[in-house]
T-cell receptor, first 112, second 115 residues
Framework: QQQVKQSPQSLIVQKGGISIINCAYENTAFDYFPWYQQFPGKGPALLIAIRPDVSEKKEGRFTISFNKSAKQFSLHIMDSQPGDSATYFCAASPYNNNDMRFGAGTRLTVKP | DVKVTQSSRYLVKRTGEKVFLECVQDMDHENMFWYRQDPGLGLRLIYFSYDVKMKEKGDIPEGYSVSREKKERFSLILESASTNQTSMYLC??????????????FGPGTRLTVL
């Protein structure tokens, strides 16, 4: 069973719209929450990551929102572009531990 | 630029064959990982290694073994391939003490089909 639950499985957004992908976890030992972006034929690449001491982190058009009490975190892509079309994975790992747990992935399509 | 390379992009093997998947990283990273990626399941950790000749089981080690004789190279071995091992295999490396300390850099993946 997956320790990190990700939704939706797929998402279609118009160019310029906001893409929102959600993840939830149970293990309170998790304290590092990265998002990875994967284009077809490529391996995943780190997009943005957050630690639970902050509730939000923004890098350009990408924002992670983190709700520690609800054990949920989400990725928001503002002004979505066709070049953002990719599969996005959320992940979580405990401190000082190599055991990273990934969500099932969300295939994002941004229509021009 | 960190580079993680995998020996094959596509591989087709028969049931019962011994299969070797090779991964090489060029950034002197201590940690190396093997994942398999399946639709609807995301990435699942098979094994990782935090030093030469050291290895730890991940989430799904059954049916797999690994070898790390040199720091830059991490091999995944399927002793007797089965059809349920048909999957995309991803190798990654990182330099930190733990996944929570440093970024994992992924290779392009090997799509293995077992007939």
């Amino acid at each position: 069973q997956q320790q990190v639950k990700q939704s939706p499985q797929s998402l279609i957004v118009q160019k310029g719209g906001i893409s929102i992908i959600n993840c939830a976890y149970e293990n309170t030992a998790f304290d590092y929450f990265p998002w990875y972006q994967q284009f077809p034929g490529k391996g995943p690449a780190l997009l943005i990551a957050i630690r639970p001491d902050v509730s939000e982190k923004k890098e350009g058009r990408f924002t992670i929102s983190f709700n520690k009490s609800a054990k949920q975190f989400s990725l928001h892509i503002m002004d979505s572009q066709p070049g953002d079309s990719a599969t996005y994975f959320c992940a979580a790992s405990p401190y000082n531990n190599n055991d990273m747990r990934f969500g099932a992935g969300t295939r994002l399509t941004v229509k021009p | 630029d960190v580079k993680v390379t995998q020996s094959s992009r596509y591989l087709v093997k028969r049931t019962g064959e011994k299969v070797f998947l090779e991964c090489v990283q060029d950034m002197d990273h201590e940690n190396m990982f093997w994942y398999r990626q399946d639709p609807g399941l995301g990435l699942r950790l098979i094994y990782f290694s935090y030093d030469v000749k050291m290895k730890e089981k991940g989430d799904i080690p059954e049916g797999y073994s690994v070898s790390r004789e040199k720091k830059e190279r991490f091999s995944l071995i399927l002793e007797s391939a089965s059809t349920n091992q048909t999957s995309m295999y991803l190798c990654a490396s990182s330099s930190g003490l733990a996944a929570s300390t440093d970024t994992q850099y992924f290779g392009p993946g090997t799509r293995l089909t077992v007939l």
